[in-house]
């Protein structure tokens, strides 16, 4: 019998293996990638404004791109006929999400509808929001809650233009009050009370820790391109939210306890006609989730509804107010259009802005170019589809740059202009349908909040421009405002908006 070397026996075994490798990724198609780093990939192309930066690949590498960011296969989705195919085509088998591992602390992201993954529970907690929270019906019943707190922001505004006699070098800050705002339209939904005013003794806390709360959130962090790292938090950021999050989960802890208690006097009989009353008769059946919610999903529900609906909200109302400072020919003619239908000597009411095309084009061109999520919440592959020819393994990551979409030129002319006249007699809405338009999402996992957040945008809007004039502080005038974009959890301007809001000429 002859003698075999050892490397012949070696190489005969991985030959066949190393044939069959490359065989199979001669077959998988994957989409046009830029050039890589080893280990690390794509993420140092992501820069500090990622939906910029990836726009700017799709001249080169078309609709649809592939990156490697770490060791997370990423599609991003770059036109309007990617993102039909997309949402029409493939909805479900791109149904699932990636929790970042920042909300992974204490459990958040098992009892998110955000981040959750898709399945039989998730399905329900969408049904429970878009029914007993979100539906239209709903949305109508509760017109006096949003109204309450628009007026309330407005009053809040005049207390501190005459506190601190506000001048053109100082100004306010208008996103603290857009946020304050916000964040008590969710509050009066969901627990039926003020959280910010000067009888709430938790809300002052909640707030502070929601804030911190979407500030972890919205950091960048190595640990999701290398899940090895995960382990180690090098940034910090888990151990951060956790700290956060805790105070947050216990207030909210409080809450919850306080409404069982009123319950429990009152025999179990509805207190309340809001959310966490909903959530708490909630009886499922068994067969998709469970018959009762967890008092810990009960407590993240409620913290998802103040974290999707306040940042959001607040930050298109900012840019919606800077680019009417920037071009105050379109300022005048929204004032104007309020001004006649509502006229001088009566109440602004939310029905009243469905009369205002004008108004509601201002809310659709912020929206196209100003996004609150330019890249939406990333979506992630159940298993393994072909996509407009390209082969896309299970488990890939997907952005659909919805920012970028808004900027295409052979969809929008003049992309970049703020220019209120292309929706003006359009049937164009953001609704799910116009691809061209994808602001809130479309499918299963569109913004469940959409309903809302529309009436809130047009009335917290139209409220600003009808109690005051506004000015630019700090020496700025409309050509020289600084309208560029810091990412976060939610898109927002680099600097705050600085104003000063006089009460209106008559």
């Known amino acids: 019998m002859e003698y075999c070397p050892t490397w012949l026996f070696w190489l005969g075994l991985l030959l066949p293996a190393l044939l069959f490798f490359l065989l199979i990724r001669k077959r998988t198609k994957l989409p046009p990638q830029p050039p890589a780093w080893p280990v690390i990939g794509n993420i140092l192309d992501l820069g500090t404004t990622p939906h910029q930066?990836?726009?700017?690949?799709?001249?080169?590498?078309?609709?649809?791109?592939?990156?490697?960011?770490?060791?997370?296969?990423?599609?991003?989705?770059?036109?309007?006929?990617?993102?039909?195919?997309?949402?029409?085509?493939?909805?479900?088998?791109?149904?699932?999400?990636?929790?970042?591992?920042?909300?992974?602390?204490?459990n958040y992201g098992q009892g998110s509808l955000a981040v959750g993954r898709y399945g039989g529970y998730w399905r329900v907690l969408r049904r429970l929001c878009s029914v007993e929270f979100l539906v239209t019906k709903r949305v109508n019943e509760t017109v006096h809650l949003r109204q309450k707190c628009v007026d309330n922001m407005i009053v809040y505004l005049e207390e501190e233009m005459a506190v601190k006699q506000v001048t053109t070098e100082q100004g306010i800050d208008l996103s603290h009050f857009l946020f304050l705002m916000a964040f008590n339209v969710v509050g009066n939904l969901v627990l039926s009370r003020d959280l910010l005013d000067p009888k709430s003794k938790d809300g002052p806390e909640f707030f502070d820790a929601m804030n911190r709360f979407m500030e972890w959130a919205g950091k960048p962090n190595v640990a999701d391109f290398l899940p090895w790292l995960k382990w180690l938090d090098p940034q910090g950021i888990k151990a951060s939210m956790a700290k956060d999050m805790g105070r947050a989960m216990k207030i909210a802890e409080g809450f919850v306890k306080e409404r069982l208690e009123e319950r429990k006097q009152r025999g179990e009989m509805r207190t309340t006609n809001d959310f966490l009353d909903a959530v708490l008769d909630y009886e499922g059946n068994g067969k998709e989730g469970p018959r009762k919610i967890s008092s810990q999903n009960i407590i993240i529900i409620i913290l998802e509804m103040f974290f999707a609906g306040s940042e959001t909200t607040s930050s298109t109302i900012e840019w919606a107010m800077a680019e009417l400072l920037h071009q105050p020919v379109s300022m005048k003619k929204a004032k104007d259009e309020i001004n006649q239908i509502v006229g001088l000597n009566r109440k602004l009411e939310e029905s009243d802005t469905e009369k205002m095309p004008f108004l509601q084009a201002v809310v659709k061109e912020t929206l196209r170019l100003h996004p609150p999520l330019p890249l939406l919440i990333p979506r992630?592959?159940?298993?393994?589809?072909?996509?407009?020819?390209?082969?896309?393994?299970?488990?890939?990551?997907?952005?659909?740059?919805?920012?970028?979409?808004?900027?295409?030129?052979?969809?929008?002319?003049?992309?970049?202009?703020?220019?209120?006249?292309?929706?003006?007699?359009?049937?164009?809405?953001?609704?799910?349908?116009?691809?061209?338009?994808?602001?809130?999402?479309?499918?299963?996992?569109?913004?469940?909040?959409?309903?809302?957040?529309?009436?809130?945008?047009?009335?917290?809007?139209?409220?600003?421009?009808?109690?005051?004039?506004?000015?630019?502080?700090?020496?700025?005038?409309?050509?020289?405002?600084?309208?560029?974009?810091?990412?976060?959890?939610?898109?927002?301007?680099?600097?705050?908006?600085?104003?000063?809001?006089?009460?209106?000429?008559?």
Not at 71 to 85: C, F, K, L, P
Not at 478 to 489: F, N, S, V, Y
Request: glycine share 8%.
């Open 53 to 106: 930066n990836l726009h700017n690949f799709r001249a080169k590498h078309g609709p649809v791109t592939w990156l490697k960011l770490g060791s997370v296969n990423t599609m991003v989705i770059q036109s309007a006929q990617a993102a039909t195919e997309f949402f029409k085509g493939h909805d479900f088998a791109f149904a699932d999400r990636k929790c970042p591992h920042a909300l992974t602390a204490l």
């Open 380 to 506: 992630n592959a159940i298993k393994e589809t072909n996509f407009m020819g390209f082969d896309i393994p299970k488990d890939t990551q997907v952005f659909v740059n919805v920012w970028g979409i808004g900027r295409y030129p052979d969809a929008w002319e003049n992309p970049l202009t703020f220019k209120l006249e292309r929706f003006l007699g359009s049937k164009i809405d953001y609704k799910g349908q116009n691809f061209d338009l994808i602001p809130f999402g479309s499918g299963r996992r569109m913004c469940v909040g959409l309903s809302l957040a529309d009436r809130v945008l047009h009335l917290g809007l139209a409220k600003l421009l009808y109690h005051f004039d506004w000015e630019l502080s700090d020496g700025l005038t409309p050509e020289t405002l600084d309208m560029r974009e810091r990412a976060g959890i939610a898109l927002r301007k680099l600097h705050p908006l600085k104003v000063i809001p006089k009460k209106r000429s008559v």
